[in-house]
DNA sequence: GATGAATGAGTTTTCATTCAT
DNA sequence: TATGAATGAAAACTCATTCAT
């Protein structure tokens, strides 16, 4: 089923975890093309610099954001309670152990307030999570106040991954699904329980 | 009441302020010089090199923090709705309009997993300001659960100032201190609805 | 005969020669570039810094010198006097008008007090150097008498190599070569009075 | 009997110390300001430059060796073998624990070939030395074997100095003064002996 | 396509020196 | 005299990018 991974797509996942764990001033070419086992003057081939490189990523990062996490969220013909859990389980399976945890939200501030194009992907990030978790809510709450919730509820999570990295604990996350879950009156799954 | 500013201070303030607004690598010591009206070298003469005069910044910032935001925050004299309302509102007051939004935070995301000494320093503003809100939250939640309110308020906080650069819209950032207030059952005051 | 000199090879032979008549300190790596043909940054694609290049020169030196100096000392099919005499005349040959005289005598002198990674280096040196003469003594003064009567020699020469350099005059450092041949009991070589 | 120090000599003896140790170009004015108590700027009513400062010093040596090292070598009422005894001890306690060895040789090796203003100084030291222990030499084997008899001294003298620096062992270097008072006949004095 | 040598602009850092107080 | 802030030139080093092979 896996796709043949081509080259440029080597290049973008060395220069995504680089990216998202030194971040992308502190990420050089060589580092990029030692990730992927290339040559520094090979990636030229595939990017036509650093930045077009970046810009790259995360447009692959938005696509697969949409594909994994957010996609079932906007399946109808699910419950709506089973479409949230689906997704916070999902977020958390991501995030929780990635080392630097999120690139969007790094380069948010390390790049967002200085470069348009870069800004404008991280949007289009947040914006995709915000719509998938706001159209789950919104049943309950109506769309005005689901997207309230799901900005907060992002805006949460967010924080809470930036303190993961930080204090190298992953509670103050987990609690910010289990306070999501909640907004649907959904308790912790057995699963997360568990594991908790 | 203005102390006299040394022009180490002067320093500091520029470095601060470009820190947070261009993030610490992509901010030259000849952009702090030129901040504070010094040439590249001078700047040399009050700290021993980049790494050292950014962290004079973050201690100094740890000590303003807990001068001007979080001090009264014990003042047992004072009842708690009061104190929880004081530091929400100087919180916002602090970080509402504030290009580049909280350095620490955006410095734990550029910094906090290279770097063991500004980790350290960034642990110790967060840990400060949820001591500070944690005793607040007490006498109502007990400290156990006031300490884990208090970190997701933070979290959520801090999540919050990311969007709010990103978005230019601080709706996301006053809800997270409306609700912040609402642990201790407050309404929002008068002032921040005027705002608002 | 002349093996094909590699790039990395002619920046190391441009630093050898500038370290040795400029100094390590007074030799930028400016002039080093400028030495080997090629600009300021192009020298890091070859060496991780400064220091970096110059233990890459001192380890070449001590290699060459066994090869060039010190290898047929230890040749015992030949008699021990011819040694002798390769070995002091190789010396002179390798020191007499080379502007700078020794590296590794100027390095000792330089930065042999600051930093071990040079001073093992230069140690290994003399040390070859010790060796080869005292093995070609050991014959006639026994092993003991010989070592001392290296090293005593090898300072001789360290100190005419300098004095060399200071006076523009050869004459110290050729009683020294002569000096250490009596110590077999061999008389000047016709070439070397020719010479002298 | 001491004279009384002033802040010009305090800021040359701090100097000299580091140079010798340290070397010329790795000695900084706020090094040499710091070594005497003074600050940085003060240096300046006492030197015009680090040069100046430098050459200042070289005169001082040349003259403290003229009083303590090398006068009593000319004082024809006393035995030539006495004069050689007192000379070679004198030198030897000079230089023996010495941290750094000998400046006038260090420099030479640092700038004797790029200023001649230093050339020349460190020059008229060895002549000064060659002198005192020519004219000692001279009776027994008149002046022109005497002269080369001393220069060759010197130069062991000079390299025995390096290597005692580089090894951490006064061995060499006490055989080359055990070999020149060897020059009148001399044997080892008891108080040498009892040191050995 | 792949390589890696070379570039050149930019960054941090050092430091002798000047000068207003 | 003494200070120490400020300078400015020069040094070490980084790195995205180019290009001949």
Same mark, same amino acid.
């Given at each position: 089923?896996?796709?043949?991974?081509?080259?440029?797509?080597?290049?973008?996942?060395?220069?995504?975890n680089?990216?998202?764990?030194?971040g992308?001033?502190?990420?050089?070419? %060589?580092d990029?093309?030692?990730?992927c086992?290339?040559?520094?003057?090979?990636?030229?081939?595939?990017?036509?610099?650093?930045?077009?490189?970046?810009?790259?990523?995360?447009?692959? @990062?938005?696509?697969?954001?949409?594909?994994?996490?957010?996609a079932?969220?906007k399946?109808?013909?699910v419950?709506?309670?089973?479409r949230?859990?689906?997704l916070?389980?999902?977020?958390e399976?991501?995030?929780?152990?990635?080392e630097?945890?999120? @690139?969007?939200?790094?380069? %948010?501030?390390e790049?967002?307030?200085?470069?348009?194009?870069?800004?404008?992907?991280?949007?289009?990030?947040?914006?995709?999570?915000?719509?998938?978790?706001?159209?789950?809510?919104?049943?309950?709450?109506?769309?005005?106040r689901?997207?309230?919730?799901?900005?907060?509820a992002?805006?949460?999570?967010?924080?809470?991954?930036?303190?993961?990295g930080?204090?190298r604990?992953?509670?103050?996350?987990?609690?910010?699904?289990?306070?999501?879950?909640?907004?649907?009156?959904?308790?912790?799954?057995?699963?997360a329980?568990?594991? %908790?």
């Open positions: 089923m896996a796709v043949k991974k081509t080259d440029r797509d080597a290049v973008m996942e060395a220069a995504m680089l990216f998202r764990v030194k992308y001033h502190h990420t050089s070419m %060589a990029i093309a030692e990730g086992g290339l040559l520094k003057g090979s990636v030229y081939h595939y990017f036509s610099g650093k930045k077009d490189m970046a810009l790259a990523v995360l447009d692959n @990062l938005i696509e697969d954001a949409r594909r994994k996490l957010f079932e969220a399946d109808t013909s419950p709506a309670a089973d949230l859990r689906t916070v389980e999902a977020v399976g991501y995030f929780v152990g990635r630097g945890g999120c @690139l969007m939200g790094n380069l %948010a501030l790049l967002g307030n200085a470069d348009a194009d870069f800004a404008n992907r991280i949007r289009t990030y947040f914006n995709d999570w915000k719509d998938a978790l706001a159209v789950v809510l919104a049943e309950e709450h109506g769309m005005k689901a997207e309230a919730l799901a900005e907060d992002i805006a949460r999570a967010q924080g809470a991954i930036m303190m993961m930080l204090y604990d992953d509670a103050v996350f987990r609690r910010a699904g289990v306070d999501t879950l909640a907004l649907l009156g959904l308790g912790t799954s057995p699963a329980k568990a594991a %908790a």
